[in-house]
């Protein structure tokens, strides 16, 4: 039995809720052997990002011919990748490797407000990046900047992903969680149609690395060798119990657990 690998380009996030650290938990926490690229390494807590350091590019396309050398990797997904020449630099690695299938978190703003993403490098996203995407997993206002066009109904949402789809990508998660709905719904839209995932709206600050981490188990889940709809499935319901037993840590939008299963167990001694 090898133990399934997947990748994750993104960067350090020093709080250890979001960004390289969320997503090597959540591996760990389904079963999966994680390797990274570290993109860029930030200064930051629940509160907020305080500085932020790129990694020079050739010490980033170091990191993935090394990973990508040595490890069979079953999946992978990019997250904070905050400029052009950065975006660049990774997806020219993804082709040279023909690495797959690619999970694209398009991190633009932290959870404290930060703006992560520079303004150049949206154009670089939607010309680099999303034709190499197996799925693309925008939260509502991240979907309004890929797709350009305002989110206000299901519909939009829909026409929103379709647009997306039409940079390139095979299908995008439109998540529901800055919607104000009840239960939260997210749209899967892929070219077989539309797939909804309900699921109750958790109300807790506990909410920084939320899309890292549901990002990271979709990814996962497709390194396991699950099919695409049952991968985001089991995604939606490890973020909510992750949410769920959340430990209240920090002063700002703090962490969640990224191994409820260890929570449940001691709940049963």
């Given at each position: 039995?090898?133990?399934?690998?997947?990748?994750?380009?993104?960067g350090s996030?020093?709080?250890?809720?979001?960004?390289?650290?969320?997503?090597?938990?959540?591996f760990a926490a389904l079963g999966v052997y994680?390797?990274?690229?570290?993109?860029?390494?930030?200064?930051?807590?629940?509160?907020g990002v305080r500085a932020v350091q790129e990694i020079d590019l050739d010490v980033?396309?170091?990191?993935?011919?090394?990973?990508?050398e040595d490890f069979p990797i079953g999946a992978?997904?990019?997250?904070?990748l905050s400029s052009a020449a950065i975006i660049e630099i990774v997806a020219a690695g993804i082709q040279r490797h023909r690495l797959g299938p690619l999970v694209v978190d398009p991190v633009m703003i932290a959870k404290s407000g930060d703006r992560l993403l520079r303004e150049d490098a949206v154009d670089a996203l939607r010309r680099r990046l999303l034709p190499l995407a197996h799925v693309v997993t925008p939260n509502i206002p991240e979907a309004e900047v890929l797709a350009a066009r305002a989110i206000r109904t299901r519909d939009d949402r829909l026409a929103a992903a379709h647009a997306i789809m039409e940079l390139g990508a095979q299908a995008v998660v439109i998540k529901g969680g800055h919607s104000q709905d009840d239960p939260i719904v997210d749209l899967l839209v892929d070219s077989q149609g539309?797939?909804?995932y309900r699921a109750a709206r958790i109300v807790t600050t506990?909410?920084?690395g939320t899309g890292c981490t549901f990002s990271a188990a979709i990814t996962a889940g497709l390194a396991i060798g699950l099919d695409l709809p049952r991968a985001v499935a089991e995604a939606r319901d490890y973020l909510s119990r992750a949410l769920a037993s959340a430990p209240g840590l920090g002063h700002g939008h703090g962490p969640?657990?990224?191994f409820p299963a260890l929570q449940e167990a001691h709940a049963h001694h």
């Open positions: 039995m090898t133990l399934p690998v997947a990748l994750t380009i993104a996030d020093s709080g250890a809720g979001a960004g390289i650290q969320a997503d090597l938990k959540t994680g390797v990274t690229v570290i993109t860029a390494i930030t200064a930051q807590n629940t509160v980033i396309g170091a990191q993935l011919d090394a990973v990508a992978l997904k990019t997250g904070m539309v797939h909804e506990s909410t920084h969640l657990n990224h």
